[in-house]
């Protein structure tokens, strides 16, 4: 097995050259080397940006991996995982690591079922904020916290040596032995504010008007509903807390829905309210309003359907 930390040693591997994949990079770069999977479409070299300082990001570009990859980092979007993974098992060590990080829900049990028993599977929930201005500079608005956790069982079996390594790489970094409760509130947070924001073309601030609390309160209630079904405990007042505090804590900001839906570019509706649409109708649940913005912002009615 090849070591998997350290200068000289392995690299680690991440996917793709997007504002968070960009801005990881770099941040890792800094302590160990990083090689950027990038498309033929991709540009070659990056910038990163951060106040005034701009410098080359700290990785390098490659269309294919030298090595059998040991970690693989993926920061693509939650409809792109199951393609980028696909593209990039086949190159992966029979036992390495993978490191997803994404807004929304996507089907990790699908995903275990693809790995062999000795690769790790984890999941990062990330306050970093970023940009890009073009394809190929991003600029890295703020530092927040990040909290990862490990997915299966060979993850659980490392994650306290690994969560030792990625902390002297990545700031702010801790661990949760309840990833699938954090990515729960996370999910909260986005549905209170992303398709109200989306649909009504609001900054994030402007989503705290009374005259869109009954629906803030519908979405959580029917995501809160769903969880309840699958066997996780979320409490709406808290819920609500905590989405009112982010849209006073980034008021000034479109989200990243909505700059998706204003540049034409594929939403992660279906990662959100898609998510909570569909898992409802599995479970005999009814989710009329994430149904609703699901249907406002794809222009279509849910596949489900
Ligand atoms: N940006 C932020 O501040 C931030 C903060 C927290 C969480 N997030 C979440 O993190 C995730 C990523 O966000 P982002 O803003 O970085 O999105 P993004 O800018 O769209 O980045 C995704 C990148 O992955 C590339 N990609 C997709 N499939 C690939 C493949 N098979 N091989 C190589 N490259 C591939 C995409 O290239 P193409 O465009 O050519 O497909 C794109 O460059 C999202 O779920 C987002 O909600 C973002």
Redesign the pocket.
């Known amino acids: 097995m090849a070591e998997k930390t350290g200068q000289g040693l392995a690299p680690t591997y991440l996917?793709?050259?997007?504002?968070?994949?960009?801005?990881f990079a770099h941040l890792m770069g800094q302590h160990r080397p990083v090689k950027l999977?990038?498309?033929p479409?991709?540009p070659s070299t990056f910038y990163y940006c951060h106040g005034q300082q701009k410098s080359p990001v700290a990785a390098t570009a490659c269309l294919k991996p030298c090595e059998p990859i040991t970690e693989l980092w993926l920061?693509?979007?939650?409809h792109?995982l199951q393609?980028?993974l696909a593209?990039?098992r086949p190159y992966l060590a029979l036992d390495a690591d993978i490191i997803i990080?994404?807004?929304?829900m996507s089907d990790l049990a699908t995903l275990k079922q693809q790995l062999t028993p000795q690769q790790g599977l984890f999941f990062m929930?990330?306050?970093?904020?970023?940009?890009?201005t073009d394809d190929k500079h991003v600029v890295h608005?703020s530092q927040g916290d990040s909290v990862i956790g490990a997915v299966n069982a060979c993850a659980q079996q490392s994650f306290k040596a690994q969560l030792k390594q990625w902390q002297r790489l990545i700031p702010a970094l801790t661990g949760s032995d309840d990833i699938t409760h954090a990515r729960w509130q996370k999910l909260l947070v986005n549905l209170a504010i992303n398709p109200i924001a989306t649909w009504y073309q609001l900054r994030n601030g402007e989503v705290a008007a009374p005259c869109y609390a009954s629906d803030v309160f519908a979405l959580l209630q029917e995501a809160i509903a769903v969880a309840k079904a699958q066997g996780i405990e979320l409490s709406l007042p808290q819920s609500l807390d905590s989405a009112y505090q982010v849209m006073r804590l980034t008021a000034g900001n479109r989200c990243?829905m909505l700059q998706d839906k204003l540049l034409g570019?594929e939403t992660?509706i279906e990662?959100m309210c898609g998510f909570i649409a569909s898992s409802a109708r599995q479970l005999s649940l009814s989710a009329p309003i994430n149904e609703l913005y699901y249907r406002r912002i794809t222009g279509d009615t849910p596949s489900h359907c």
Request: net charge positive; proline share 2%; charged share 10%.
């Open positions: 996917i793709g050259p997007g504002a968070l994949g960009l801005t999977l990038v498309k479409s991709h920061f693509v979007k939650a792109q393609a980028a593209q990039w990080s994404h807004n929304g929930l990330t306050q970093q904020a970023a940009y890009k608005v990243s570019r992660e990662a």
